[in-house]
């Protein structure tokens, strides 16, 4: 069994993505051929908003977004504790501060009840505090209208880090649309993902998209070797947008595949697994794009005995994220303790994630339910 089935996607797909590879292959257009501007327009239109420039990979698609907003040194950004480290790695970067802000007990997302305090304290502090990066942990949009509103109240932007959420959707808009710039990851396990490293920035703002288009190829100006700020080499390999846009077309079918897989997990751990795990919690008007179906057990002894039986009958399991960002070595110049995230230090300890994909069958999942409940 597979934690991420991609084999069998690519079955579905491979004649579709080898033409397309031997198109790029023909053409020669590695770098910025015509599927990178074909996939932009195509993304854009799924998500609904005007502008979408490919980049690199979903950490690119961060510090290009802060790098539009000309975060450095003495900036302060807001985000969530749980989370990868590239959602903070990419303030820290720039030479600003990540600050932090307690998750949501059932969402796992950035808290908005506990936003305002930290803004204020922020404000307080001898840091600039310029914007709110939002995370949509394994693929469930963040609560936007609330951080929107407080952003907006106190003249912050707001980023979405999307890196898990494309395909999901927040009360009717598509998730990568809900912030001023939306960054995702097209790394090979997210739920779009392609055959190596690359992501997207989204947005609807004309002078932010021009930014971002400059910084991705080292600051350009007019033309090529004209530089008018200090940018990055943060562009998607051609081949890449290639294979994305054969990825792409059965994409919301997947979607739709991964909702039937929850459906069945839900159905299967109400009937058999006798509450020995919780099981995820959408809120109404949410729909997650299902990047991770992420359990938590009782405590870390609990959970370390589960992942034991998961492992010894060959069911593959992953903890994200065992390790808050507050606690990370890398981060430890922050000043933060454990305990000063009670929320995201409690859920490292019980949460784990088992498989996921829109080609796990029934049967599979009636073996991954019975032996959780065995
Ligand atoms: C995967 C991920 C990223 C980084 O994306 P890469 O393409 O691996 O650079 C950033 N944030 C979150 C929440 C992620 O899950």
């Given at each position: 069994m597979q934690f991420i089935d991609l084999h069998a996607q690519q079955a579905r797909i491979k004649d579709s993505i080898d033409s397309r590879i031997q198109d790029v292959l023909k053409h020669g257009k590695y770098i910025m051929g015509p599927e990178i501007g074909e996939l932009e327009k195509q993304l854009a239109e799924y998500v609904g908003v005007k502008h979408a420039l490919s980049c690199a990979s979903g950490t690119d698609a961060l510090l290009l977004a802060l790098m539009a907003y000309n975060v450095g040194a003495g900036d302060a950004i807001i985000t969530s504790p749980f989370t990868f480290i590239a959602t903070a790695e990419v303030i820290s970067l720039l030479g600003a501060t990540p600050?932090?802000?307690?998750?949501?007990?059932?969402?796992?997302?950035?808290?908005?009840?506990?936003?305002?305090?930290?803004?204020?304290?922020?404000?307080?502090?001898?840091?600039?505090?310029?914007?709110?990066?939002?995370?949509?942990?394994?693929?469930?949009?963040?609560?936007?209208?609330?951080?929107?509103?407080?952003?907006k109240k106190h003249g912050l932007f707001v980023i979405e880090d999307a890196a898990q959420s494309f395909g999901g959707e927040y009360k009717g808009r598509k998730a990568c649309s809900l912030a001023d710039i939306t960054c995702t990851s097209f790394f090979p396990a997210k739920p779009l993902g392609c055959y190596g490293d690359?992501?997207?920035?989204?947005?609807?703002?004309?002078?932010?998209?021009?930014?971002?288009?400059?910084?991705?190829?080292?600051?350009?100006g007019n033309h090529k070797y004209d530089n008018v700020r200090i940018g990055i080499n943060g562009r998607l390999d051609t081949l890449q947008a290639a294979i994305l846009l054969e990825k792409f077309r059965i994409f919301p079918e997947e979607i739709d595949l991964r909702q039937k897989v929850t459906d069945v997990y839900n159905e299967l751990f109400a009937s058999k697994g006798n509450g020995i795990v919780s099981t995820p919690f959408i809120p109404e008007g949410y729909f997650s794009a299902w990047a991770q179906y992420s359990i938590?057990?009782?405590?870390?002894?609990?959970?370390?005995?589960?992942?034991?039986?998961?492992?010894?009958?060959?069911?593959?399991?992953?903890?994200?994220?065992?390790?808050?960002?507050?606690?990370?070595?890398?981060?430890?110049?922050?000043?933060?303790?454990?305990?000063?995230?009670?929320?995201?230090?409690?859920?490292?300890?019980?949460?784990?994630?088992?498989?996921?994909?829109?080609?796990?069958t029934r049967e599979q999942q009636e073996n991954i339910v019975n032996v959780l409940a065995g």
């Open positions: 600050v932090f802000v307690d998750i949501d007990r059932k969402t796992y997302n950035l808290d908005p009840g506990k936003l305002e305090a930290v803004v204020e304290k922020t404000n307080n502090s001898n840091l600039d505090l310029k914007g709110i990066i939002g995370v949509d942990i394994f693929g469930l949009s963040a609560d936007y209208d609330s951080i929107n509103e407080i952003a690359g992501g997207m920035c989204f947005t609807d703002d004309d002078e932010l998209m021009d930014i971002m288009k400059s910084v991705r190829v080292h600051g350009k938590e057990a009782k405590d870390e002894a609990h959970r370390t005995a589960l992942l034991a039986k998961l492992k010894d009958a060959g069911i593959p399991t992953t903890i994200y994220y065992p390790k808050p960002l507050h606690i990370q070595d890398a981060f430890s110049s922050l000043g933060y303790k454990a305990g000063d995230f009670p929320i995201s230090d409690t859920v490292a300890k019980r949460i784990f994630s088992i498989p996921m994909h829109p080609y796990l």
